[in-house]
């Protein structure tokens, strides 16, 4: 089964081509209808060949959406878990030594850009990410 999913588009070409040399076959060179019907015949293959990509990458795109999802929803939960700790830990310490105001905000501005950065994930920021850094994922 796996193998299958792994070669389905050159499978599928073999089939439409299969299907496309069996009419021409069944049809004979010498009918006059020979051309026409085998026209009609690789239309109708690569017309169905498209419907059945279409139908495998909609799936495709709606399992990475939610994929996803799921890994920001545990991001999310896992950092802003730990944020919360830098905070309180900071509020503790500001509170035994003179930290400035200024050093208070620029935290509470860092821990709003990451939260904020946690709820923007998305296919477009990390293609803006790999652009950006020039990524390339192994694949």
Same mark, same amino acid.
């Given at each position: 089964?796996?193998?299958?999913?792994?070669?389905? &588009?050159?499978?599928?070409? @073999?089939? /439409?081509?299969?299907?496309?040399? *069996?009419?021409?076959?069944?049809?004979?060179?010498?009918?006059?209808?020979?051309?026409?019907?085998?026209?009609?015949?690789?239309? $109708?293959? /690569?017309?169905?060949? /498209?419907?059945? @990509?279409?139908?495998?990458?909609?799936?495709?795109?709606?399992?990475?959406?939610?994929?996803? @999802? &799921?890994?920001?929803? $545990?991001?999310?939960?896992?950092?802003?878990?730990?944020?919360?700790?830098?905070?309180?830990?900071? &509020?503790?310490?500001?509170?035994?030594?003179?930290?400035?105001? &200024?050093?208070?905000?620029?935290?509470?501005?860092?821990?709003?850009?990451?939260?904020? *950065?946690?709820?923007?994930?998305?296919?477009?920021?990390?293609?803006?990410?790999?652009?950006?850094? /020039?990524?390339?994922?192994?694949?």
């Amino acid at each position: 089964m796996k193998s299958l999913l792994e070669n389905l &588009e050159l499978i599928l070409t @073999f089939a /439409g081509l299969a299907v496309i040399f *069996a009419v021409s076959l069944f049809l004979g060179i010498g009918n006059p209808s020979y051309w026409p019907i085998l026209t009609i015949t690789a239309a $109708m293959v /690569g017309v169905l060949h /498209g419907f059945i @990509f279409w139908i495998i990458r909609r799936r495709q795109r709606l399992i990475r959406r939610k994929t996803l @999802f &799921e890994a920001q929803q $545990m991001l999310k939960d896992v950092i802003n878990n730990q944020l919360a700790v830098i905070q309180i830990s900071h &509020e503790v310490r500001s509170n035994n030594a003179s930290v400035t105001q &200024e050093a208070n905000e620029r935290m509470i501005a860092s821990i709003r850009l990451i939260s904020d *950065a946690l709820r923007d994930i998305s296919e477009e920021s990390l293609s803006r990410w790999h652009s950006k850094y /020039g990524y390339r994922p192994n694949d």
